[in-house]
């Protein structure tokens, strides 16, 4: 009995394949993760070749959120055309084969087109995969986008893993990427196999190949922007803290970005049982306060454990907003992938301007200064919880969702 809903009328499905899916879908988010993490630990390879300074480097590492920007509004017409399951299959492809362009660049003008076409191929295959992961959600009748997304950071972690043994033995970015690329292209075509099949009704329009995305994405995309500015901040500047404001050694510094990034990958995975006891507001109100006192712990740190409890609790506080903004994005509108395009290029948008606008703020004043406007962002998570409320709960077994929210998703 295969998965495949087409329009809004969802067939009979077999418990146990969704269950399968359920695991699939993972699988694929554990891959996509993977490819940014072997190119991340090969960026300074990839520097050296290319022969550039920081400054320049910095410009190119823009591309990828243009490409992926301007791509994303493109994978919802892929998926009408071909369905869900066959879209994945080709988008998560060209994504992890995109993964050799980087290394290949002989030149910056080189370097910036390979990473535009890097993102682009990275965005597309995000809003399928989220598509998918909400409808497989709905028809398990409980939360599972957050360990969706921490499954994404495992990626990241193993893909890093293998970057780091790389550099470690001094093998050439060009081999290893060729090598990875081919590996996680294989992995990648096992786990969409088992996927959801989501497909449009034959009678239905495409969607248009560039739209604005719905007002009510916006208003969700507003609060994700709090999120992902603030990790991109504490992902990008948290070490240089320690180091400049709290004159850290290098290596206390360092472990500070990787326990805030391990502290979400935590929390996203065991994140699901707490949105399915509290529902996704009332989670994403104590997450914006738990991120307001890491914040605050941060700005006020005397010593570096303060702030590096501070970054704990950041990570925490903003693991699970963008995997429920995704979910709520996709439960509105009659178009489930532009909505969550609609939310993923605000994300974007914000990761890519979160770490220079920090950096200007903290060339003006200070970083204590700059994240201090982190810390205001957070409090924006709580204040604008409420844009997430769906309406309604996802059933199990593959009927429609009619069910009312909770009184724990509604307060």
Request: net charge positive.
């Given at each position: 009995m295969e998965l495949v809903q087409t329009g809004g009328t969802r067939s009979a499905v077999n418990p146990r394949l969704i269950r399968r899916a359920r695991w699939a879908i993972a699988a694929v988010f554990c891959v996509h993760g993977a490819v940014t993490g072997n190119f991340a630990t090969r960026v300074p390879w990839i520097q050296e070749h290319v022969g550039v300074g920081a400054g320049l480097l910095g410009l190119a590492l823009v591309f990828p959120a243009m490409g992926a920007s301007l791509a994303m509004p493109l994978a919802g017409a892929v998926s009408h055309r071909f369905g869900g399951r066959t879209a994945l299959r080709g988008l998560l492809s060209l994504w992890c084969l995109a993964l050799v362009l980087p290394s290949l660049a002989p030149n910056l003008v080189?370097?910036?087109?390979?990473?535009?076409?890097?993102g682009a191929a990275a965005g597309m295959p995000d809003v399928a995969m989220n598509a998918i992961g909400v409808e497989t959600e709905t028809r398990l009748g409980r939360s599972i986008m957050s360990s969706l997304h921490g499954m994404w950071s495992v990626g990241v972690l193993i893909g890093s893993g293998v970057g780091t043994l790389a550099a470690h033995l001094d093998v050439d970015a060009r081999l290893h990427h060729v090598v990875a690329a081919l590996v996680l292209t294989g992995l990648g075509l096992i786990a969409c196999q088992g996927v959801l099949d989501v497909r449009a009704e034959p009678e239905e329009d495409p969607p248009p190949r560039f739209a604005l995305p719905p007002k009510s994405a916006l208003l969700i995309g507003g609060v994700a922007f709090c999120a992902v500015f603030a990790e991109g901040a504490s992902l990008d500047w948290s070490a240089v803290y320690l180091r400049d404001v709290l004159d850290s050694s290098a290596g206390l510094a360092a472990a500070s970005t990787t326990g805030f990034a391990f502290t979400m990958a935590v929390a996203r995975l065991v994140g699901d049982r707490v949105v399915d006891r509290f529902g996704a507001v009332r989670t994403v109100r104590a997450s914006g306060f738990l991120a307001a006192v890491g914040g605050l712990l941060v700005v006020a740190a005397p010593h570096p454990a303060v702030a590096m409890t501070g970054f704990a609790f950041l990570g925490l506080g903003v693991a699970v907003v963008v995997p429920?903004?995704?979910?709520?994005?996709?439960?509105?509108?009659?178009?489930?992938?532009?909505a969550i395009a609609g939310v993923a290029t605000v994300t974007y948008t914000s990761g890519l301007v979160a770490p220079s606008l920090i950096g200007g703020i903290a060339h003006a004043t200070s970083l204590a200064v700059s994240f201090g406007v982190v810390t205001a962002l957070t409090v924006g998570l709580a204040a604008g919880a409420g844009v997430l409320r769906t309406g309604s709960r996802p059933v199990a077994g593959g009927g429609e969702p009619a069910v009312p929210a909770t009184a724990s998703e509604s307060a």
């Amino acid at each position: 009995m295969e998965l495949v809903q087409t329009g809004g009328t969802r067939s009979a499905v077999n418990p146990r394949l969704i269950r399968r899916a359920r695991w699939a879908i993972a699988a694929v988010f554990c891959v996509h993760g993977a490819v940014t993490g072997n190119f991340a630990t090969r960026v300074p390879w990839i520097q050296e070749h290319v022969g550039v300074g920081a400054g320049l480097l910095g410009l190119a590492l823009v591309f990828p959120a243009m490409g992926a920007s301007l791509a994303m509004p493109l994978a919802g017409a892929v998926s009408h055309r071909f369905g869900g399951r066959t879209a994945l299959r080709g988008l998560l492809s060209l994504w992890c084969l995109a993964l050799v362009l980087p290394s290949l660049a002989p030149n910056l003008v080189v370097l910036c087109a390979a990473l535009f076409v890097y993102g682009a191929a990275a965005g597309m295959p995000d809003v399928a995969m989220n598509a998918i992961g909400v409808e497989t959600e709905t028809r398990l009748g409980r939360s599972i986008m957050s360990s969706l997304h921490g499954m994404w950071s495992v990626g990241v972690l193993i893909g890093s893993g293998v970057g780091t043994l790389a550099a470690h033995l001094d093998v050439d970015a060009r081999l290893h990427h060729v090598v990875a690329a081919l590996v996680l292209t294989g992995l990648g075509l096992i786990a969409c196999q088992g996927v959801l099949d989501v497909r449009a009704e034959p009678e239905e329009d495409p969607p248009p190949r560039f739209a604005l995305p719905p007002k009510s994405a916006l208003l969700i995309g507003g609060v994700a922007f709090c999120a992902v500015f603030a990790e991109g901040a504490s992902l990008d500047w948290s070490a240089v803290y320690l180091r400049d404001v709290l004159d850290s050694s290098a290596g206390l510094a360092a472990a500070s970005t990787t326990g805030f990034a391990f502290t979400m990958a935590v929390a996203r995975l065991v994140g699901d049982r707490v949105v399915d006891r509290f529902g996704a507001v009332r989670t994403v109100r104590a997450s914006g306060f738990l991120a307001a006192v890491g914040g605050l712990l941060v700005v006020a740190a005397p010593h570096p454990a303060v702030a590096m409890t501070g970054f704990a609790f950041l990570g925490l506080g903003v693991a699970v907003v963008v995997p429920l903004a995704f979910a709520a994005a996709g439960r509105r509108g009659p178009n489930t992938s532009q909505a969550i395009a609609g939310v993923a290029t605000v994300t974007y948008t914000s990761g890519l301007v979160a770490p220079s606008l920090i950096g200007g703020i903290a060339h003006a004043t200070s970083l204590a200064v700059s994240f201090g406007v982190v810390t205001a962002l957070t409090v924006g998570l709580a204040a604008g919880a409420g844009v997430l409320r769906t309406g309604s709960r996802p059933v199990a077994g593959g009927g429609e969702p009619a069910v009312p929210a909770t009184a724990s998703e509604s307060a």
